[in-house]
């Protein structure tokens, strides 16, 4: 159980483990219990930490910090409840312990109470003589009730205490972001820089905010910058991919997402960002490479479809686009525009019943547009489904009121039904408005003729 410690590193785990082997009860002093706890809390034996707990608490009754230990155990178990009563019979014994207070404050925050965290985290910051992990927390608290002015004064204590606390840094520019404060980011990022000038991450981050507001030339500036810092530093690289290829500068562009391939493993998203440059320059076979490689190592990659499939119905592929778009709902079935783009390809290839299908999944997904319940209507038509037509239609009326493109396709419908007063009501009010749409207009020859 033990193996990565000997006897002679560790005797006390020692003793406790053939305390456990033959029964017996031996005695520890609370120092030693607290290493074997920590060490099987370190390790996930979270039952021999329980049962060293137990141990311990049974030999020294108000050690506070076997209870603290204790409390820590119930709130991975989520017994909130009962480590707040634990922690409030700990204050009562240790009123100045820091823990207590963070503890309390963790647990309301898990309960979404943050002015109460706040609260508490206030008293422990009043006891500690290192408050950069209390700031962070209270950052964090104010940024949960999206108080962006409170939560950025403390994101920027502690990256003033520590220049090199980047998670503090990247909330406090989140912040500014929330508050459109992008001068002061630019400050904050440019006196980082003083301190620290080879700081690929300060570098970064202001070509970020340049580019937000416009400042392309320093923008890519930064970019350079923080590659100077840091040569493998990938991120770089593709911002700056991106914001060659925004510039129009596609082929620079490629060479910086190539050249970020070189430090990690193969990245879906860069081959996307290549395949879009390669189409943009004509290159299509290189193109479709990137595109098809992009969705070999992520098969969700959605945009990698889509540009694919987009790709082939611009060159009339309509085949090939099929086989594409319905090998990319097999790990992408509840994508919208993946089903709005099936029914468009198979009613470009008279697959109607196919189109109908793909028209009723991206409606029951959300998407409500025109075009997606008129590709429907048509398919049920030319298909001489015209009682189902006319209930799509009149579904779609819901959405589209008083659409004469639907209500032109209604009186079609009637009029095919049999219902041709009704039909040609309908059709005398809309006639004025309505360009007759030409793959649907041999089905009413004699309504049109009105």
């Not at 320093?218 to 350079?224: D, H, K, Q, R, T």
């Not at 590659?227 to 082929?251: H, P, Q, V, W």
Request: proline share 2%; net charge negative; glycine share 4%.
């Amino acid at each position: 159980m033990f193996d990565n410690l000997s006897e002679d590193t560790n005797p006390s785990l020692s003793k406790f483990e053939k305390m456990l082997k033959t029964n017996q009860v031996l005695f520890f002093d609370a120092l030693e219990f607290e290493n074997i706890i920590h060490h099987y809390i370190d390790f996930a034996q979270f039952n021999l930490a329980k049962k060293a707990i137990k141990m311990g608490m049974d030999q020294h009754p108000q050690n506070v910090e076997l209870m603290l230990l204790k409390s820590e155990i119930l709130l991975f178990d989520g017994e909130h409840k009962e480590a707040e009563d634990l922690l409030v019979e700990i204050e009562r014994i240790s009123p100045e312990h820091e823990e207590v207070f963070l503890q309390r404050a963790n647990i309301f925050s898990k309960k979404k109470n943050h002015p109460k965290a706040i609260k508490l985290l206030e008293k422990a910051l009043e006891l500690t003589d290192e408050p950069i992990e209390i700031w962070n927390l209270m950052g964090m608290e104010y940024l949960f009730l999206e108080d962006y002015i409170r939560a950025k004064q403390y994101f920027y204590q502690c990256i003033q205490e520590n220049s090199f606390d980047y998670q503090s840094l990247y909330n406090l520019l989140y912040c500014y972001e929330q508050l459109g404060e992008n001068t002061e980011a630019i400050n904050t990022l440019n006196n980082l820089l003083e301190i620290n000038p080879y700081s690929e991450v300060a570098w970064h981050q202001l070509g970020k905010i340049y580019i937000r507001i416009n400042k392309f030339e320093e923008a890519l500036s930064a970019f350079e910058f923080a590659i100077i810092s840091d040569d493998c530093f990938t991120g770089a690289y593709i911002e700056k991919g991106k914001l060659l290829e925004k510039m129009g500068r596609i082929n620079e562009a490629i060479e910086n997402y190539v050249f970020s391939l070189n430090f990690n493993d193969p990245n879906a998203f860069v081959n996307h960002r290549i395949g879009l440059c390669h189409l943009k320059l004509g290159n299509d076979k290189l193109a479709v490479k990137y595109l098809e490689e992009s969705i070999k190592l992520e098969p969700n990659h959605e945009n990698s479809w889509l540009a694919l499939i987009d790709f082939l119905i611009d060159t009339n592929d309509y085949f090939k686009a099929k086989y594409y778009v319905n090998k990319s709902l097999q790990s992408n079935s509840d994508s919208r525009e993946l089903w709005k783009k099936s029914a468009l390809i198979h009613f470009h290839l008279n697959f109607y019943m196919e189109t109908s299908v793909a028209c009723e999944t991206t409606i029951n997904l959300g998407d409500h547009n025109a075009d997606i319940w008129t590709l429907w209507v048509d398919s049920l038509m030319l298909t001489d489904d015209w009682q189902r037509a006319l209930e799509i239609g009149q579904k779609a009326l819901q959405f589209h009121h008083k659409n004469p493109s639907f209500l032109f396709r209604m009186a079609g419908c009637k009029y095919r039904l049999g219902n041709k007063s009704e039909a040609f009501h309908i059709f005398d009010k809309i006639k004025n408005n309505i360009k007759i749409p030409r793959n649907i207009k041999h089905l009413f020859t004699e309504l049109i003729k009105i």
